[in-house]
């Protein structure tokens, strides 16, 4: 490729034929501002509409302003990026934008957090010169997410999330000029569309227009009530992610903080859900192991491969979508559910406390884990196994409403019973850390034999869609891993067509795994944040003493005691669950 | 946008089919396939959208989308005698608003919809070339010049008789 001479703001440099002048300023330390721009290049997802015109810079020789984003370097250009005109234009921009959203900030869920909210600080917009009339929508509630369009910029970063990263096809731009608005086909409520709830879309809004439904003050509410015990499980990727709301660098381990201040808060007993990920190894692990056996003996009636079912996000998608499919993914429920299942019977039984009066709280990177925890068959005579299930952000917002701050607080361990966990169930929360799980525990009880190193390297990175070899001692295994739900239907695709043979799968919803979940801390589209989050579950995993499921104890006295052997009718009963068709669900109401 | 639901038949989903055949199934016709199956059905119902979608492969709500973007495309079928307001530069200085306006509240629907009972949709048209009797209303073929607020009552009348 050939390189070009530009000069900005007089600095001469060299760039690549085809580099934006956005790209070009970054290189050298020039950072100019962008709102509908958004890249996350590793991830390989870019998004440039070039619609805002928030990010012009002044072109020697060109009469407009032009949009950074978008405008191409050529030999001999000379770009001025912080010019007066370029700041008034920026500003006009700005005021013109405001003046249709809503003045509500002091009230709005992204307050502190929203890119809209910062660009107007940094501009220095004080006054709002134009009015017009304002958009006013309905606000659309689902268990997951909120839709509240009056805040709704037009940047269409959430159409690219749910159309051409996560093929869900949800939200589209309709209407045009003032009504102009992304939504789902005929303006229907999200949980009437084929939405996944991955929150994909709430991860990239720049404003508070699309949100994750509040679940906080009822958490208040029960943990204020002394007829109720009230216990919380927390996501493996929620301790590599909540420090970084309170100003901690991405990546920083906040496990024994985040206890603390979660027993702080009141709650009665604080677990973890990566003793259910130990738990959904057991239990999918044995699963995959029987279906491989039967395979390998010439069973025709078992199907290979068998796909990872702990993504609630991922389980959505293919009833929507795939559920000619739905017999392959493992039955085993998704590692939130297993809790819930567990806590209100086996420790329900353990605390004496009644089932009603047990409220389980989850603490979760997902947004999808929201409407996972309303689903029907999840509940005892209606009371839901997870009664609440809360995002890592709003961890957050509940402890900077009560007690301040984590940073102070010192290192706690979890409760016993279903706290104990092993460095297997903390890699769950990135992509191939599910599937690496499941292969230590899996190679030991197949061979029989000890692993000798428990890392399964050929699993581990970014890249979006994976294959690799898993050797059992002779008998060679083909994994495949997607993340980002447009690459799990590449997958899904390939093996409806027969053209790839996989023994076992991994899907994770979110690019990245959970840790790059809908509920965590925004990224703000630096995905340097997610890169350092993936590094710290490896780092917990390294610093456990026990590194396979089946080695916790915790985990082996539950079967010894209430469960039995894994894939016991009991273990089915609590611990598995069936998928739906729903593809009907997407048409119209009749 | 408004809209109502129907059932689609066999039939219908077959000339449907046959339409985005025609188009070889190319989403990048979609402008024109809507427009032949309006031409067909005489609006977009949502159904007829979603099986357009399902035969293109591409999301309903991308379909929506589009038909939502050109004022061309209806959800809605015209009634049994649509009306249209001229609100043309001449029309519209003599007053065709308040006609409009009229209208809208004498029938209870606004512009682009239906009366429940299917007998009226109201619409607005460009000029329609007959300035010399501004403000104009056209009902089906017939057209009504010179039309005040307190016509439209009697003029409605003429068809629900
Ligand atoms: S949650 Fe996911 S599937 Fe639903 S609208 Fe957002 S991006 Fe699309
Ligand atoms: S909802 Fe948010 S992400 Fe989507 S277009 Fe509006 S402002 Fe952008
Ligand atoms: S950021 Fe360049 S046009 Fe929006």
Redesign the interface.
Known sequence: MSLINIKINGKELQVEEGTTILQAAKKVGIEIPTLCYMNLHDLNIEHNPGGCRICVVEVEGRRNLAPSCVTKVWEGMSVKTHTMRVLNARRTVMELILSDHPFECLTCAKNGNCDLQKLAQDLGVREIHYQGEQSTYKEDKSPAIIRDMDKCIMCRRCETMCNDVQTCGVLSGINRGFTAVVAPAFEQDLIKSPCTFCGQCVAVCPTGALTERDYTNRVIRALADPTKTVIVQTAPAVRVALGEEFGLPAGTIVTGKMVAALRRLGFDKVYDTDFAADLTIMEEGTEFLDRLSRYLNGDKNVKLPILTSCCPGWVNFFEYNFPDMRDIPSTAKSPQQMFGAIAKTYLAEKLGVKRENLVVVSVMPCLAKKYEAEREEFRVDGNPDVDFSISTRELAHLIKQTIGDIKDLPDEDFDKLMGESTGAGVIFGNTGGVIEAACRTAYEIYTGKTLEKVEFHQLRGFESVRSAVVDFDGLKLNIGIAHGLGNARKLLECIRNGECEFHAIEIMACPGGCIGGGGQPLHHGNTEILKARAAAIYKEDEGKALRKSHENPEIIKLYEEFLGKPSSEKAHHLLHTKYFDKKKRIYIEK | ?S?I?I?LKDKDCQTIKEICESFNNDPGELINILHKAQEHFGYLP??V??TIAQNLN????????VV??YSFFSMTPKGKHPISVCTGTACYVRGAEKVLEELKKELKISVGETTPDGKFSLSCLRCVGACGLAPVVMIGDKTYGRVAPEDVKKIIEEYNS
């Open positions: 946008m809209s639901h059932k949502a159904e959208q979603e591409i999301s309903v709500a991308k379909v929506y989308g939502t973007f």
